[in-house]
């Protein structure tokens, strides 16, 4: 039973997706949407009608097995169902049926409207795949055809050669960090002959030594960092943008890019053995969230503040997995879903209004014209800056909390984690400022409106769960803790402090953002001030980190291409078979001279032959 | 003796050709020949259906001596390594003849060089007497040269004679090679060019040594393995659209087929030696091939430039001599047929709309011909090695295969993946996305029902073989495991032991 | 000192060698001809004396035939050089050099 | 002493004939020279003990072959004397080595011994008409046979080349 | 039966003679040659299979006092030879009827050279060897200038002639020398003497004589370095005649190398199977490389004949068991040449010398059965597989490599890839290029049809199926 809920959960919103890819021209608009949404509606519901067992706590972990995939490697097209897929699944799907809800607003009249809907059930049908995989193949699977929907969506309006050019890059840093998954895949079919989580995690203390499961962890970590836009390889996301908002809400805020989150936390026992990695994960989510928070404070695009934000908001997810706070991580991850899909959301529903801008320096004063949009803004604004008691808040906090119990070092971390959550809640309360307050700096000709049902229906859904989404673990009340624990059997979790510490910590993280807050809406509260001086610029371009890349990468390395091609391959490889055949034609027209067509030469030619084979015969004796 | 099935599956495309030749109405002539094509194929499809599923030996074979003081005769025979090829031989010359409506210039030449080449290429893969198969192996040589010479664009003699010269040299050496080994391997009994046969011969290891070299060179040529790629952008460029497709989809697993059924089986302590080398030429292959298919300008040459890579990939996992990197070697040549049959088919496609194949000449053509883009950008996924398409399942074997036993080369392989990412879809942005640029593109027509079904069963396949493979890798994996074994048991190389000892990576 | 046919041998090898330098230095067509027919004659000599010593008659008869087969040669090669004459007016082989390379 | 003294004297005339054959500028005296080696062959035959043969070389070579010649020479003209000049390149000095190895070459190898073979008899071989033609008509009748197609070949051979009927010619 | 041993050379006189008297008394023309010397060569043919069926393999016998040999060697070679030389007549026919009366001459000729030829690989005396070659290369002296339009032909029959004749004083001093070292003539004479005698005296006189007989031999077959006049003789020489002369002087020269190296010489081979390596590889070095410059297709094929010069000495450095592979090799290739040159004679002219590759272009669209023809020629002469040029190389290489010259071999096949380029250039003018302005359609004579079809068919059917013809080899030609 529960195998067949959970197989239909995929196999729902894939049929919806081949249906509309074969029927969607032709279906009226709303229809696609509609079937789109009921597909992935469908889903949620089977996945919330499998997973009733573990909140009765009675569930038990699942294997649904499709078919043998791979017999060389022993890898059979399998789902496993336990808590934590269980979880990812309700979120992917509650929140991917929310944001095709809204989708059917937002895309309204598109050219390619059904076809957008055949993306986005591909989508979530590959998220599933992702979260529901019980080994690392079946995982990458997922992992990889997430990237192709980010690809397809993010270029969706491919006339915009931004658009292309953005899903491309998309694609071709993930697969940078894929090459890490790879490797990470070699090395664990290497040593345990088989990609089976359950196997691989039973056995892992008995077969990784510290360094195997060190090298498998850091791999792990940069495809983890691939996909959910850590450093090195964040610079896909911001570009990401291009993609309709939907996109960003559903693929690059609440589901996709917490795949690496989710990841790690699926290996926790391999980072358990391997602290090193473990600890790089957590370094280069607080590295992360601290640099993307710097940024996004210097956007001015909409949709760029809430893209730094989410690279910020990983990073803490990053530091809260490193620091095997895993419930933690996965917390912030549900809560965050809840929330930075509803920004997003709320700023596609703002765009939307304003008729595609984005520019948030246009906008201003919006919170008349679109009380709704606001009220929902508000609410995630106020989420992710981490005011108590919403959703954020919890999450955030808790992994603060987890990685300034671990003590030592790891109270830097904390640190810069409470730096960032400062930004945090500097930057919203900038992107507030700036777009619902304050005197309206609206183009001539743009007419801002409230969005309509369809649209705001979700927001307010979100909105409901953001603030509600953080009660599910508290200090007071660890159910999701609870929920997730026997998941997490093979891993020993890192615990959030308690008592007094607890609520000094949670005082500190609520001053900064109520500093953060209070610092942006003193400056923003009446006037856009000037912010193109150096350091503005230098920031609100990322650091240039992007253009370096483009600089090394791409110029550098089109042009080391070129070389290779035009010159290496073509005079070089090339020149020299084509040199070899030359030399023989040239040879023959060399020779050529020694027939002289004289008949005494061809005579000496004789006449040398005979002295030589009479040369050769003496040599043979009679001398 | 049986139905010789197996000499019919080599004659029919000659009867085929023969038929062609003598028809008298012009129109006639491509329907009869992908009718030929396609009786070959359902010929191909019953030795699938009736091949048994876990034997590693050969099957269905026929054979019979022709002239004893020679040792040379008719061995036919079919494995689980070149029965997929042989099903994929079958599989694309209907597909490329339908696909070559666009032939007027000597269409009855043009259509039974195609069915000669088929049969040359299914004598290659089902010979079992080194003889004969030299024999296939130079005779495919002459169609594929009059159709690239003749039916090709513009450099076409330069190209075609480049080919058959290139490939000729490489197989000359091999020449040689068989003719000593026949002698060789024959002993006091006089010489034989029977592979069975041969395979108990007892070479020493400089003979194994040098004739790998000789045979080793013919196949790196053909597959072509770095450095010896040059022909090959060179004759795809040239070639008419089904001459690429065939080119590609078939003519280069020749090599990587070579590779496996002679030179690993016949001399394996000369592979062992030689891994590296192989290995190493396979790895700058994969990488290098990409890049330089990042900057073509031309649509063809950038497909070429990555069969280089991808066969690179091929060799890889055929050199990682272990039954992951073995059995992904043998179904990524199928893969590689399969995807960049279709792709070559989509730029011939393209090409006859336009009559050019400049990336900067297209822009946009997504917005016109979506179906058209759309099968483009699915089959350059599965280029790419998507997962749930075919070229996936045959890279993640091979890289993973080869990583049990050549971890430093398989992850040097590993960023080929990202390198494909690179070349197919920076050209597909070109070509595909953005505005429309040059004028004429605006009236293209997108693909016609004919063209749809000419790729559909490519398309099919892809999805298929991306998704369940076992049918497929159920049918290598004995004949692969068996030539593991007869590695293992001839040489000291011992196959790397899965999960029990595993190998230390330095920890920090 | 008796005289071996060794001596008439080494004598003939001699001539041959100086016919073959008339084939190699000269460039009127009679006198390559001619040396030729030297040739022939050097081994006409070599044959009768190896034949002496050898205590056979078969040498003679050897060189008979090499007679018959001089005199047709001298037929046609004279034929062949009168009609090369009778076209260029010349006799000389070097300017017979239009087919080369 | 006599055979001694005829091989000096006709040895040197032959080797003078052969010379000067090669080194006259006219072909006159290159024929002239040529006979003189003959004539000296004719002796070496007798002193050899191939009377026959003799006569023949005599009558048939230094006699028809050598007027044939001279009569080929008158034809296409006298006055054609040879320039010295070569013009092939490296000719000369590539011929004169040529022909100094191939002559020591021929030397060496006879250098110890010039006839190795068994005797066939023990009599010295007598070169009369009659030893002749026994063995040209019974061992040799083959060959014999054989050298009349020889014989067509010149007749038909210089009829098809040499003989120009008014349209033939196209001078 | 000793009258079946010169059986073929009776025929052959007979048809020469009624034909000459009949014409001398009727003047029949033209038909009346052809029926003679279809009669005679039918004939002849007839006889030397009759000498087959009766002498080969073990039963060769030796008749007229050991002066002919008649055995499976010799019957097999007077069959490739007649039935050449009547492909080469057809060829020539239209040759034959541009000379007018001449033409009878002309037929003479050839005629008398197919007996020479025959002779040649017939006979078992170096005497009667040295006639039969002077029989065999009078002929085709007088044959490659036998028009006289054209200044080319004088120049190649007077360097054929000169070149020849030197040759052959020099092969001629070999003869003299080998008898005073083995005191015979007799060429098994020879052969027992070497292997029946502990040989005490210094074999310098010997070994001169063998160097001065491969040298007389070695150019008749126009192996490199004395092949030099083979270019300027196939050039020069009129188109429909060509063909037998380069296939004609293969064979018989062929013939008697083999005989005079494997009966006389077989027990000094490891002497001359070295020098006769080296010849081989020289041939098909030089051949292919100076065939790759050519402009002209008679040319070009005159050096791609040096090289092939070269495979087939390839298989006589096995000695005798290589013999059966020469013969495969030398049948095939003396067909395919013929052929080719009488493509060439049809396109451009059966008395033009020249045959400019300029001519050859389109020629798939003037004539497509003449360039089907030369194409297959081309490929087979190449070593493509499915022709016979191919199992013929098979051929040779094996035996080289049984032989332990391996290294021979690579030479061997690399020059053949080398050697495909210009044979494949051949192909490309005629399929993949157009035709010149003004180049109308080509009639093919029915002779020459005749010759492309036997030549196409023999090429094609003995490519596919090689086995009986080797067989049949491998049992008859044991010397």
Known sequence: MTAALVSLAILLPLGGSVILLFVGKRLPEPLAGILGTLTVAGGFACAAVAAADFFTGTGQAVTVRWFTWMPAFGVNAELGWDRLSALMTLVVTGVGALIHLYSIGYMKGDARFGQFFTYLNLFITSMLILVLADNFAMMFVGWELVGLCSYLLISFWFEKETAAAAGKKAFVVNRVGDVGFIIALMLVFSHFGTFRFETVFENAPGVLTTGAATAIGLMLLVGAAGKSAQLPLYVWLPDAMEGPTPVSALIHAATMVTAGVYMVARTGAIFQIAPVAAGTVAVVGAATALFAATVAVAQTDIKRVLAYSTISQLGYMFMGVGAAAYVAGVFHLMTHAFFKALLFLGAGSVIHGMGGEQDMTKMGGLRRKMPATFATVAIAWLAISGIPPLAGFWSKDEILGTVFNRGGAWTVLWGVGVVTALLTAFYMTRMMWLTFFGAPRWDEGVHPHESPAVMTVPLMALAGLSVVGGLVNTPFRTSLEHFLDPAFEAVRLSAAPTGTTALTLAMVSVAAALVGIGLAAARYRDRVPDETGFAWRLIGRGYYVDDVYGQVFARTGKLAAAWLAFRFDARGIDGAVEGVGALTRKTGGWLRPIQTGFVRSAAAAVVVGAVALLAWFLSRGGL | MSFPILSVIIGLPVAGALVVLTLRRTELVLPVAVASALVTFGATVWLLVEFEVGEAGFQFVEQATWYKPWGVGWHLGVDGISLLLVVLTGLLFPIALAASTSVTHRPREYAAAMLLLEAGILGVFLSLDLLVFFVFWEVMLVPMYFIIGIWGGERRVHAAVKFFLYTALGSALMFAGILALGFLGGGDAGPTFDFVKLLDANLSHTAQLWLFGAFGLSFAIKVPLFPFHTWLPDAHVEAPTAGSVILAGILLKLGAYGLIRFCLSLFPEASVQLVPLLAVLAVIGIIYGAIVAIVQTDVKRLVAYSSVSHLGFVVLGIFALTTQGLQGGVLQMVNHGLTTGALFLLVGMIYERRHTREIGQFGGLATVMPRYAGIFLFVAFASIGLPGLNGFIGEFFVLVGSFLSLPAYAIVAAFGVVLAAVYLLWAYQRMFTGPITVEENRGLRDLGVRETLILAPLIVLILFLGIYPKPALDRIQPSVDQILQRIEQTTTYVVPDLGTTGFEVPGP | ?101 | MVELTLFVIFGICALFGALTMVWARNPVYSAMGLMLTMFSMAVFYVSNGAQFVAVVQVIIYAGAVMTLFLFVIMLIGVDKAEDRAEKIFLQRPLALGLLVLFGVGVLLAGRHVWVTGPAQGVDAIDGTIEAIGDQLFRRWVLPFEITALLLIIAATGAIALALFKNDGGDE | MTILSVAPEVVIVVAIVMLLMVDVQWHPGHRWWGVAAAMGLTGATVAVALQWSQYRGDAGASFFSGMIAVDGFGAFAGMVIFPLAGLGLMAAWPLVRSQGGRGAEFVVLTLIAASGAHLMAASANLVMLFIALEVFSLSLYVLAGFTRERADADEAALKYFLLGAVASAIFLYGIALVFAATGTTSISGVGAYLTGNVLLLPQGVLMAGTAMLMVGLAFKVSAAPFHMWAPDVYQGAPGGITGFLASGAKVAGFAALARVLTVALGDRITDWAPAVAVLAATSIVVGTLLALAQTDLKRMLAYSSVAHAGFILTALVAGSSGIPDMWFYVATYSVQVLAAFAVAAVVSGPTEGRAPLSDYAGLSTRSPWLAAVLGLLMLAMGGIPLTAGFVGKVAVFRSAIDADYLWLVIVGVIASVAGLFFYLRVIVLMYMQPAGEGAGRIGVPAGARVVLAVAATVTVIVGVVPWPLLEWLRNAIPL
């Open chain 3, 1 to 101: 000192m008796t005289v071996t046919p060794g001596w008439y041998m080494a004598l003939a090898a001699l001539l041959f060698v100086i016919g073959l330098g008339g084939i190699l230095l000269r460039r009127n067509a009679l006198v390559m001809f001619m040396s030729v027919e030297l040739m022939l004659n050097a081994v006409n000599l070599t044959f009768i004396a190896a034949g002496r010593q050898l205590a056979t008659i078969e040498g003679q008869v050897a060189v008979l035939f090499v007679m018959v087969v001089a005199a047709a040669e001298v037929v046609v090669g004279l034929a062949i050089i009168v009609a090369v004459f009778r076209r260029r007016k010349t006799a000389s082989v070097d300017e017979l050099s239009e087919l080369r390379g």
